[in-house]
């Protein structure tokens, strides 16, 4: 039998999981973080299996194949690749996180829920909030605000960066108010939350946030309800988006966030003035689905992105977007492969929609606002999307237990013909 154990006994793994989740962030261009962030990994393993007696329950699953798979692909990507060095690097990363994430795997299965990983991406976000406090001072972030400038880019500091992760952790923030239906020292994270976010000037951050909160909360209130009553709450929080969008044209520190998110919308339309980055952006889009146009099956190779850019428009960027990146790099058959892993999720949490609870909704959450960052980021090569991936995974693994727990047993039949004793 399966050794129950509770929270104070998983609290080392769960403190562990928070640092692990912080370091993809503090440490970014720190030149040990990598082997900081694989031993992370080595103690959260020891630590479980100091708890676990010396073992840990070695199972196989989707997660593991899909990541073997996206790897492997990376790597033959090398023999059509425009840029072969980077799809060798491409390839070498997907595998380092194949390893350590199979590790972590391996610990975060034996929690009885998810929320030590839930937990980690709330402190990760908390972690980088004080960290640019530290870093520029309050007066520092409320001059940004007054001027109407962004956070701008030092050390291993990028806006946009931590614009998602301060975006991701107040969505779990809400979460847990929700959930303990009461407010505690660390829900007041929320406050310089909403600061940071701001003054990164982040369209995306702000669009996660925003579409975040009211998918999570749509997403609590529907349990139980009828067709009709979900149709109301769904106007209701269209109602209340747009609402949330007045208000920040309104306030003066989201001034320069909400000029950035005019142009971008300008840029789409066509109406109205927009500025380079908004239609470098767009252009970049652009370019990558062309490509795809033209080498539909396995694209131009995994990391090339940038020579598309530099090809069509005379800018090695990458291609700002992760869906045309993947398209323009791997094809569709690339494409497939990495998207596959969100549709076996999805398809999971439809299945076990029964036995899902609030801490389903929140996993979904987190991973329906990853794609609309991939909308404006290149993410498929950062730690952070596999431990969201992870984490809605996991969530489904327990969907999965719930189900077979409610399954009534089947009684031993007994043989008509043997001797009764």
Request: a positive charge; hydrophobic letters at 50%; aromatic letters at 14%.
């Amino acid at each position: 039998m399966q050794q129950t154990l509770g929270k104070s006994e998983y609290l080392v793994p769960r403190l562990l999981a928070a640092l692990l989740f912080s370091a993809f962030f503090v440490l970014f261009d720190w030149t040990y973080a990598s082997v900081t962030i694989l031993l992370l990994f080595l103690l959260t393993a020891v630590s479980m299996m100091l708890l676990r007696g010396g073992r840990l329950t070695i199972r196989i699953t989707f997660f593991h194949v899909w990541m073997l798979a996206f790897g492997l692909f990376c790597f033959l990507s090398v023999i059509w690749a425009w840029d072969t060095e980077n799809a060798m690097t491409k390839g070498k990363t997907a595998f380092s996180m194949l390893i350590c994430y199979s590790l972590a795997f391996l610990c975060y299965q034996e929690f009885d829920s998810v929320d030590g990983l839930l937990k980690a991406v709330l402190w990760g976000g908390n972690a980088v909030m004080l960290v640019i406090f530290a870093t520029f001072g309050v007066h520092g972030i409320l001059s940004l605000l007054e001027y109407g400038d962004r956070l701008p880019e030092e050390f291993y500091l990028n806006s946009n960066v931590v614009g998602v992760v301060c975006a991701m952790s107040m969505v779990v923030n809400v979460y847990y108010i929700l959930k303990e239906k009461r407010i505690y020292w660390w829900n007041l994270f929320l406050l310089p939350g909403v600061i940071i976010l701001s003054a990164t000037g982040s369209r995306q951050a702000l669009a996660i946030m925003a579409g975040g909160l009211i998918l999570l909360v749509f997403l609590t209130v529907i349990r139980g309800r009828s067709p009709g009553e979900i149709a109301v709450l769904l106007a209701g929080g269209v109602l209340l988006l747009a609402g949330m969008l007045i208000l920040i044209s309104r306030l003066p520190a989201f001034s320069g966030i909400y000029k950035r998110m005019l142009s971008m919308v300008s840029a789409m339309t066509g109406v109205g003035k927009t500025d380079r980055s908004a239609t470098t952006r767009l252009a970049l889009i652009d370019v990558g689905l062309e490509q795809f146009k033209r080498t539909p099956l396995l694209g131009i190779g995994m990391g090339s992105g940038h020579l598309v850019g530099w090809k069509y428009l005379n800018k090695a960027f990458y291609l700002h977007n992760n869906f045309a990146e993947v398209l323009a790099g791997g094809g569709l058959l690339g494409f497939s492969i990495y998207y596959s892993i969100y549709i076996c999720i999805f398809v999971r949490y439809i299945r076990y929609r029964r036995y899902a609870t609030l801490e389903t909704a929140v996993c979904a959450t987190l991973l329906v606002m990853a794609l609309v960052e991939d909308y404006a980021s290149v993410t498929y090569y950062l730690k952070e999307t596999y431990f969201y991936l992870m984490l809605g995974f996991l969530e489904t693994e327990k969907l999965k237990q719930s189900c077979r727990a409610s399954l009534p047993r089947m009684p031993i039949l007994q043989n008509e013909g043997a001797e009764r004793i």
